[in-house]
């Protein structure tokens, strides 16, 4: 009798046992604790941060003046380009002019009138040459300055150069002499050399 109550005991104590665990075990996992518990991967990945170029109050003055700069330089220019056009037409109305008041003969009155607009408009031409070169270079120092306060942010680091709008070969030493001689010029050298050619024709008498 006592060996079937000890028995029956245990069988209770079993059950009770039972029912206790199961009931403090949750019988489902949902999926994002299942991949909560999942080892993650370690990344020895580091992230930088993104740098975001931003415009200060100095940078804003100095990007205003550049564009004055640049726009400055793009009428020098296209002045530069008028004086070419103002040439060839002044040449075509001089000759045909002094020709008929020479009594249609040519005259050395004419060459000297080709000689001397050639000479005053490749003044005038070296001159805006000269002026567009200035206004880069002061272009440039401004870029420079920009440059200068942005090397934390890794604005322009790629360019090993200072110079932005002019190359490291044109100082300011030699300007003058680029203002005069340079392949803007090439016009004024062909009519002062086709001019000489025909001065010196008319003076042999090969052309009258």
């Not at 220019?77 to 002044?90: A, D, G, M």
């Not at 249609?104 to 001159?127: G, M, V």
């Not at 440059?147 to 680091?157: A, G, H, Q, V």
């Amino acid at each position: 009798m006592i060996g079937v109550l000890v028995e029956l005991s245990f069988l209770f104590i079993y059950s009770f046992s039972r029912k206790y665990s199961a009931s403090k075990s949750p019988t489902t996992t949902s999926a994002r604790t299942l991949v909560a518990r999942l080892p993650q991967k370690k990344t020895n990945r580091k992230m930088t941060p993104k740098i975001e170029y931003k415009k200060s109050i100095e940078d804003e003055i100095d990007w205003k003046i550049i564009d004055q700069l640049h726009t400055a330089t793009l009428n020098f220019s296209t002045t530069s380009l008028e004086l070419k056009k103002i040439l060839l037409v002044l040449i075509g109305i001089a000759v045909p002019s002094l020709i008929k008041l020479a009594g249609d003969k040519l005259d050395t009155s004419l060459f000297i009138t080709i000689f001397l607009l050639a000479l005053t408009f490749w003044f005038l031409d070296s001159f805006t040459y000269f002026y567009q070169e200035k206004l880069r270079e002061k272009m440039d120092s401004h870029f420079n300055d920009i440059k200068n306060r942005n090397k934390e942010t890794l604005i322009l680091t790629e360019i090993k150069s200072d110079n932005f709008t002019l190359e490291n070969s044109r100082t300011s030493s030699d300007r003058v002499k680029r203002s005069l001689i340079n392949p803007s010029v090439r016009l004024y050298m062909f009519v002062i050399g086709l001019n000489a050619i025909a001065f010196i024709l008319y003076l042999t008498e090969i052309i009258k």
